[in-house]
């Protein structure tokens, strides 16, 4: 199986500001490893669209062999921690953008991007539950805060999506 996960951000004392539901990092990093290694085998690939961790190398290790699945990242812009040799190796790619099977990966929500008028999709992060002002024909937030907090498929990513935007268009 194939899934896709954005902005989880391990480590970052900050993001519980925006997400309410937690009370502690502790709390978060739980739910979030808890939700992917529920849904992932070791078998599975994951695509990361950025912002995996702000914790140091010893930190974002933890988290790293803690979780199922190929992982392979989608650089964002909390990144730094990615410099480090010990955690590169940790995935099977690091890049700045990514197309396969029609489907266009980038940390940041793009207006048009790579087969745009050719069916193919493009997925992102970056802007957690506050999506871009306008919705974007076949443009997908992968970020945690949209997805139930789970890596999903592309299938669920589609349908978390359009919940989404019933919610926000009311």
């Not at 900050?14 to 078998?43: A, D, Q, Y």
């Not at 914790?55 to 964002?76: F, R």
């Not at 890049?95 to 929500?109: L, R, W």
Request: with cysteine; aromatic share 12%; charged share 25%.
């Amino acid at each position: 199986m194939t899934y896709y996960i954005s902005d989880t951000h391990f480590h970052h004392i900050g993001i519980l500001e925006h997400r309410p539901e937690f009370t502690s990092l502790e709390e978060m990093h739980n739910t979030l490893i808890t939700n992917w290694n529920t849904k992932v085998t070791k078998h599975d690939r994951v695509f990361i669209l950025g912002d995996f961790s702000l914790g140091d190398k010893k930190q974002t290790l933890k988290i790293l062999n803690k979780l199922n699945g190929e992982k392979l990242l989608i650089k964002g812009n909390h990144s730094s921690v990615m410099k480090y040799a010990e955690v590169k190796v940790k995935f099977g790619f690091i890049k700045d953008y990514y197309c396969k099977d029609k489907i266009v990966m980038c940390h940041y929500p793009m207006l048009s991007w790579r087969g745009k008028y050719n069916g193919y999709l493009h997925l992102f992060g970056h802007s957690h539950s506050n999506y871009p002002p306008i919705r974007l024909e076949n443009a997908y937030n992968c970020c945690v805060e949209v997805n139930n907090y789970e890596p999903c498929t592309l299938e669920e990513i589609i349908i978390n999506n359009e919940i989404w935007w019933n919610k926000k268009e009311g």
